[in-house]
């Protein structure tokens, strides 16, 4: 059964903080996504990594960074949270070709007071 | 540039009435249409992925279908465990998804 592991489903963070949302898969895909959810804005793609190592900006990745030292894991880093950043954030994975099925984690709700 | 857009963007239904749900898409050299199920706090869960135009799916109350231009979600007979919002995503040539902010859907007994 495929699976996508968020390490956690809630967190509550203080403006200013290093905030750490780690992804696990276990397909041995090539790539993976961070998203973040909002109301009425959908999914907005933050960062994906298509290899170990490496990394490509998506829609909106100011205030983020990310991390892939090993394939199965893929890291979001958000430098100093801002309130601005709470929402819900979803990790995916996908093998190499655009048409494969992209799968999705269950989510980080993330509240940033 | 790519688009795509789902409506209605809610929609209630009583049991048992059928419905179907829209998904517009403007996608150079689409790779693949997809459809998932989302409750509420929780991630996307795959139901669909339609390649070519003509091309149908089933699965259980659910079809989806694909034209060149959209794809529809339809909803035979639903209960209200289908309550759910219903996003669509289409894949082009490049490495990422486009989704439409998808259909809120709410089964009334």
């Known amino acids: 059964d495929v699976k996508v592991t968020q390490s956690s489903r809630y967190l509550v963070k203080r403006t200013g903080e290093k905030v750490f949302l780690e992804c696990v898969q276990d397909?041995?895909?090539?790539?993976m996504f961070w998203y973040r959810q909002d109301p009425g804005l959908g999914l907005r793609l933050i960062y994906f990594?298509?290899?170990?190592?490496?990394?490509e900006k998506g829609d909106i990745p100011e205030g983020y960074s990310v991390s892939r030292e090993k394939k199965e894991r893929f890291s979001l880093i958000l430098e100093s949270a801002s309130t601005n950043q709470t929402s819900m954030y979803l990790c995916a994975s996908r093998g190499q070709s655009p048409g494969n099925i992209q799968y999705f984690g269950a989510g980080t709700r993330l509240s940033v007071l | 540039e790519d688009q795509v857009t789902q409506s209605p963007e809610a929609l209630r239904l009583q049991e048992g009435e059928s419905s179907s749900l829209n998904c517009s898409y403007t996608?150079?050299?689409?790779?693949?249409l997809f459809w998932y199920r989302q409750d509420p706090g929780k991630g996307p869960e795959f139901l669909f992925t339609?390649?070519?135009a003509g091309e149908e799916k089933e699965k259980e109350r659910l079809k989806a279908t694909l034209t060149k231009k959209e794809s529809f979600l339809h909803i035979t007979a639903p209960k209200p465990e289908d309550s759910a919002t219903y996003l669509c995503?289409?894949?082009?040539?490049?490495?990422?998804?486009?989704f439409g902010t998808g259909t809120r859907l709410k089964v009334l007994a």
């Open positions: 990594s298509y290899d170990v190592k490496m990394k």
């Open positions: 996608v150079s050299g689409l790779r693949g």
């Open positions: 995503g289409a894949a082009g040539g490049t490495y990422k998804y486009i």
């Open positions: 339609l390649y070519s």
């Open positions: 397909m041995d895909h090539e790539n």
